[in-house]
């Protein structure tokens, strides 16, 4: 267990990176998005991408741990608390990255004021506030050592299809969208979820071994090889997605929809897509093709770490290669919004066109982008210090779940092992 | 069929290219520094007024180039908060600058790419406001488009690209009216719509 000092420390540094975001933010608002590298062909970047990420990661992580209870799997409920808290953590970092992308935060309540129910972006905001209100008292009932087995039951059978939902629901605010071909699958969703999945377990799995410095008691070898073996075959399911899209527009090769195809395997995006092939398929699979190695901490992390840095990749591709190319792209092209006067020249040479996008975070996107992870890590330190460690109740199931029988409630109200 | 469908015929045998409707619509609209509500953009050649084809067979047109107006408009669907919406009298997509909470969801759902981003506080150059004094003052961090010039339309008068097109290639009128002179002219001329296939049913004719 780390020291009360380094664990102070370690907050303090998280809440300077989240104020140095604030402070970018503050920035950003006083001068506009223009701060940001996008414009009006790339009109989404880094902050969309983060929230379809966050949104994966928080779905993940409570699907798996809500359906311990919902399918009554004994050993995953050791895991549930610290899962709902990653889940509840993740879905307020993609509500906060929402927020930083508006032109007009200050209108921000018009999205409750004056919704309008045609718009899937209204549809998120409300199954993601029903998530939120539904993990945060999932949570408070896990945290009580006196709640019933059947309030707990409740609570993740509501919170399974929720999280289903809210990943489904981020997919169709882009995949319903008939402007942006990449985009437009019905297989968008169902990628999506699948994404979610494995990207929010192996984030559990990551943080899972963070807790044990804490003091948290490690994961013991059955949980983690079960874990770790379902966590391969998500990974699985996820690229054979990917693949049967990618095929499905390779095979008949109609021309607009090639361009974008080979944007992904040879164009500026190919380091992405192939980076996820590589980092979030070819190496957690092959590490964790063995049982033997399933049971390795450090093995299981790395694979763990090359599933969510793979999908993040993945949402990069995803959101960029429908924008990079306007469908109508007869020169001179778009007006990009944005413009730079040459110091010494007139402004008749000023370029405000361009036929194709690019686009390059800008150092106000990372610090931003920085701050807000910064800050999770910070609350979910936080809740894990107040949440997590100091129940016995959830310590108890653990140890009696390597026992893999008959958890029930009455043993799960038993001391603190540990 | 009592409402009326306004609509803007384009005829793009009669396009010179000569970028009077961009900058006339700017004028009017008082589009700040950075972008255009209107462009005209070079059919098929690789940049700005640049032919097609190779000697000697090259010809030389034309695409311009606004919001569409669509009767089935993916940006209407798309706005969380009602900011951009169908007018049920005219059929005009409209915006409502104070409304809108400039999350470009629009954008994305665009599919000519026609709307635009106040990226910051608009700069005109030269430094005042030369638009029209009804067209409403847009701020930093919301969207904004063509509008069929509703301002003027408002008032029985054409869009300004209209009226300012020295080659009369462009016409404006009710798609409802069958005796208009848009119905006549895409009844009686070949036409197309832009990316008629998404299903968008422009409102904006090209006659060919």
Known sequence: MVGKTSQTMWMAILATLAAAGLGAWIYQVANGLGVTAMNNIVSWGLYITAFMFLVGLSAGGLIVSSSASVFNIKPFK???????????????????????????????????LSPRFNSPLIWDVVVIAAYLVISV???????????????????????????????SVTAWIFGLQIARPVWHSALLAPLFVVSALDSGLALLLLVLMGLVRLGYPKLEKNLLATLAGLLAVLVMVDVFFVFSEVLTALYPSEERLMEYINLLLTGSLAPFFWGEIILGVVLPFALLLSRSRRENRTVVGMASLGVVVGVFFKRVWLLFSAYLLPLINDPPGVTLGKYQVPATEAWGSVSIWATAGSYSPTWVEYLIFIGIFAFGALLYSLGARYLLTASPDENASQAVSSRATTAGPVEARTPMVS | ????????????????????????????????????????LTDGGEHLDRARGTYPYLTKSWLPLACQHCENAPCVKVCPVGATYKREEDGLVLIDYDKCIGCRYCMAACPYNVRVFNWKEPVRQPGHDYGDAKVPKRRKGIVEKCSFCVERVHQGAEPMCVLCCPAKARKFGDLNDPDSEVSTLIRRRRTKQLLEDKGTRPQVYYLL
């Open chain 1, 78 to 112: 050791a895991v549930a608390k610290p899962a709902v808290l990653l889940s509840t953590v993740c879905i307020i970092l993609a509500a906060l990255f929402i927020f930083v992308d508006l032109g007009r935060p200050d209108r921000f309540l018009n999205l409750v």
């Open chain 1, 137 to 167: 008292l999932y949570l408070y009932y896990l945290s009580r050592p006196d709640t019933k087995e059947t309030t707990k039951y409740t609570f993740s059978a509501i919170a399974l299809p929720v999280a289903v939902l809210v990943h």
């Open chain 2, 1 to 40: 069929m009592a409402e009326r469908k306004l609509g803007m015929t384009v005829d793009l045998k009669r396009c010179i290219g000569c970028q009077t409707c961009a900058v006339a619509c700017r004028m009017q609209n008082n589009v700040p520094m950075g972008m255009l509500w209107n462009r005209v």
